[in-house]
C-alpha cells in the first residue's frame, strides 16, 4: 500500500515519498524498512529521529525534521488504528449453525443467524439475538437473553438470568452472573450462604477482556453501562454499578454494592471497597485503595485513596523524612548542650 494512499485515508498531511510502499505496522523501536508506526505519547518523542521505520503518523503539531516521512493527523492513536486495520488478516468467523457437538435446549430460541461452537451448551429458555456468534466450549444458562451481534469467545460461561445487550464483546475464560460472595454469620462464627437471587445485566457495547468475573445480584441487578470497556482479570462483585462509557483495566476489583458512574477510568490494580460512589468522570490511579466515595472528575491516588495533588505532596515529604530525622537529632544534642549549660552556671 503506498503511503500516499495511507495519508487520504487518515485524511492526513503527508510530508515525503508518497511513492513508498508500506507492507506493515510495527511500534517505533521494532519497525524497519516498509513498515510504518506512530507517535502518540510525547515522552518517545526521541525514538522518532532514530527509528528505522519508513514512515511515522504524528500529531498536526509535530515540528521537528527527521528522516523518515510523516503523516501529521490530529489523533496519532486513532488514526494508526485505521491503518492497522489495512495490514490485519482476521481470523474467519464461524459461519450461522449449530455445530453436531452443542447442545441446545428445544425451548430456546435462536435468532437469524446466530453460530453456536463445538461443545457449547445452552440452557432452557435461553434467547440469542441475530447474528451472535458463540464459540466453542461456552455454557450459557436458563432464561439467558443475549442480544443481535454479540460474540462470545471460547469457554465463557453466562450464568441464569443474565440480560445481555447487542454488539457485546466477551473473551476467553470471562464468567457472568456467578453467585455473589455472601454469607451470613452464626453465632458460633460459621458461615451460611446467602442465596443471590438477583441477575447480571450488560448494556449494549460493552467489551469484556479475558478471565473476568461478575457476580450476579443478591437481590436486583449488578449493571454494566453501555459502552463500558473492561479489561482482563477484572472482578465486579454483587450489586456494582457500573455508568456508560467507563474503563476497568486489569486486575481492578470492585465490592459489593459500590457505584462507578460514566466516564470513569479505574486503572490497574485499583480496589475499591463496598458501598461507595465513585461520581462520573473520575480517575482512580493504578493500586489506589478507594476507602470513601470520589467526586465528579477528580483523581485519586495512593493507598488509602486521596486527591493526586495531595498524596504527591505526602510522597514529596516523605522523601525529605531522614534529613528532617538528622535536624531533629542534631537539635536535640544542642538542646541538652544548652541544659548542661545552663545547669553549670
Known sequence: MKLSEIAALLDGSLQGDGEVEITAVAGLKEAGKGDISFLANPKYAAHV??????????????????????????????????????FYEPVPLPK???????????????????????????????????????QANCVVAYKTVIGADCLLYPLVSIREFTEIGDRVIIHNGSVVGSDGFGYAVQEDGSRTKIPQIGK?????????????????????????????KIDNLVQI???????????????????????????????GQAGLAGHLEVGDGAIVGAQAGVMKDVDEKDFVIGSPAMSHLQTKKMIANMVTLPKLKDKVRQLEVEIEQLKQGAGSS
Do not use: M, Y
Not at 514512515?55 to 493527523?73: G, Q, S, T, Y
Not at 461452537?117 to 429458555?125: E, F, L, Q, S, Y
Not at 448494556?203 to 436486583?220: K, M, P
Open 96 to 134: 450461522p449453525g449449530i455445530h453436531p457437538t452443542a447442545v441446545v435446549s428445544e425451548t430456546a430460541e435462536l435468532g437469524e443467524g446466530v453460530s453456536i461452537g463445538p461443545n457449547c451448551t445452552i440452557g432452557d429458555g435461553v434467547i440469542i439475538g441475530a447474528n451472535t456468534i458463540i
Open 200 to 228: 447480571v445485566v450488560i448494556g449494549d457495547d460493552v467489551e469484556i477482556g479475558a478471565n473476568v468475573t461478575i457476580d450476579r445480584a443478591r437481590f436486583g441487578k449488578t449493571r454494566i453501562g453501555k459502552g463500558t
Open 237 to 267: 462483585a454483587h450489586n456494582v454499578v457500573i455508568g456508560e462509557h467507563s474503563v476497568l483495566c486489569g486486575q481492578a476489583g470492585i465490592s459489593g454494592s459500590s457505584t462507578v458512574g460514566s466516564k470513569c477510568i479505574l486503572a
Open 49 to 86: 529521529a532514530v527509528t528505522e521505520a519508513s514512515a511515522v503518523i504524528v500529531p498536526n503539531e509535530w515540528d521537528r525534521d527527521v528522516k523518515c516521512a510523516l503523516i501529521r493527523c490530529k489523533n496519532a492513536d486513532q488514526a494508526f488504528a485505521q491503518v492497522a486495520e489495512q
